[in-house]
């Protein structure tokens, strides 16, 4: 069974990115302390993800702590955050608990990333990429 310390953990890693790292803080510029970032969120309910949607750019990642290409996206995530479109809100599901968001939105594969159109509905769907594919994928 995966521990959900080990889902924690990584989603904790994506979360990190929002907050300024202290090492860069005290030698990084004003302007690019302040820089707008791309929002990372937890998935909660479908409620909450359309009013996402509504508000902007929104991509579900529907993550496997077990899935070495999930462990791999999240690291690049965590490594290149500060390039992804900061109008984009991304949402993390849990591949093995989320199964009628899956369903709802066709998803078959571990790592898949599902761009929302502004009702909550599946535009686009893409596996893998990483921060370029997000980018180049979530564009309207």
Sequence with gaps: MISSRLLAAALAGLFALLAPVAAHA???????????????????????????????????FFFASWCPN???????????????????????????????????????????FVLLDAAGNAIKSWNAGGVDGLNANSKL
């Excluded at 510029?29 to 509504?54: G, H, I």
Aim: charged fraction near 30%; hydrophobic fraction near 40%; aromatic fraction near 6%.
């Design 26 to 60: 005290e030698t990084a510029p004003a302007a690019a302390a302040t820089e707008a970032r791309a929002t990372v969120l937890d998935f909660e309910s479908e409620e909450k993800l359309n009013a996402l949607a509504a508000e902007g750019r929104t991509v579900v």
């Design 70 to 112: 999930c462990r791999a996206t999240v690291a690049e995530l965590n490594a290149r955050w500060t390039e992804v479109d900061p109008s984009l809100t991304l949402v993390i599901a849990d591949y093995d608990k989320e199964r009628e968001l899956k369903s709802k939105f066709g998803v078959t594969y571990q790592d898949t």
